[in-house]
């Protein structure tokens, strides 16, 4: 038998804890004497060992509880396989959320960095389409599969594309520069500061695209929103799709003409 504090000690907890632990019923001393010492058999000791075990590997005290109570010993093993098993499956379910709400988190910084707070509602409705949607490596991609202006081959190259919401560098980057867009708008897109800007987003589109234009064309055309729809892309209503229009074409039309010069 082991009084109570030499049990704390062994097993680097507290009296308080264990004292807890017996008001709950999860850990009862095998003896308490008339001047409250408490003694704690050898079964005590392996059921302590059990519960710590359990608590460290993320099971509430209830739990625990119901998994140790009333224990028939042949079917313990069995009991802790399918209660482990439980615990595994609910923990990749509590990823899952996680990393949604982190995904949902980044894209909510992204749009509210291009448009601010003002048309949350389109975020609200863009992000309720994505309830149904998969997770795939932390991101919700883009869906073209069933675009019929697309070849297989164009869809497995738009699948490389960075997702707003995600968080590699290619995704910061073409948020950066939108944002600069984005700033420039109550201006001209024809400014020397909006050329320069159209010249390093079209060259960060290509490099996304591999240099194949047309289809760089094809995707913009794709995520334009219809007239009064929300935006496909999050952060990119009309109103941004078409001022970067204005300061791309006025870039490429005055770079051909320097060409031909």
Same mark, same amino acid.
């Given at each position: 038998m082991i &009084?109570?504090? %030499?049990? $704390? @000690?062994? $097993?680097n907890i507290s009296k308080r804890t264990l004292y807890h632990y017996e008001h709950i019923g999860l850990l009862l001393p095998a003896r308490v004497l008339e001047n409250g010492y408490r003694y704690y058999d050898n079964q005590a000791l392996i059921r302590l060992q059990k519960i710590l075990l359990l608590k460290s590997i993320g099971y509430t005290l209830e739990q625990i509880k119901e998994l140790l109570q009333n224990q028939n010993p042949a079917e313990e093993s069995d009991n802790w396989i399918a209660s482990l098993h439980e615990q595994i499956e609910l923990i990749e379910r509590k990823k899952e959320e996680l990393s949604r709400k982190q995904y949902y988190l980044r894209s909510t910084l992204h749009t509210v960095r291009l448009k601010g707070t003002e048309h949350l509602q389109d975020l609200i409705q863009v992000l309720a389409a994505m309830n149904d949607r998969? #997770?795939? %490596?932390?991101?919700?991609?883009a869906e073209f599969t069933e675009e019929p202006a697309l070849t297989a081959e164009e869809v497995e190259q738009l699948k490389l594309l960075p997702v707003l919401g995600s968080s590699g560098n290619n995704a910061e980057e073409l948020v950066q520069l939108l944002e600069q867009a984005v700033s420039l708008m109550p201006s001209s897109p024809y400014s020397s500061e909006a050329q320069e800007l159209a010249g &390093? #987003?079209? %060259? @960060?589109?290509l490099d996304l695209f591999a240099g194949d234009e047309k289809l760089l064309d094809k995707y913009w055309e794709l995520i334009r929103p219809a007239e009064g729809a929300a935006p496909v892309v999050m952060g990119m209503d009309s109103a941004v799709m078409a001022f970067v229009d204005e300061m791309i074409g006025y870039y490429l039309q005055h770079r051909e003409e320097n060409r031909h010069e």
């Open positions: &009084r109570i504090g %030499d049990l $704390a @000690k062994t $097993a998969s #997770l795939n %490596d932390g991101i919700i991609p &390093r #987003l079209y %060259d @960060k589109g």
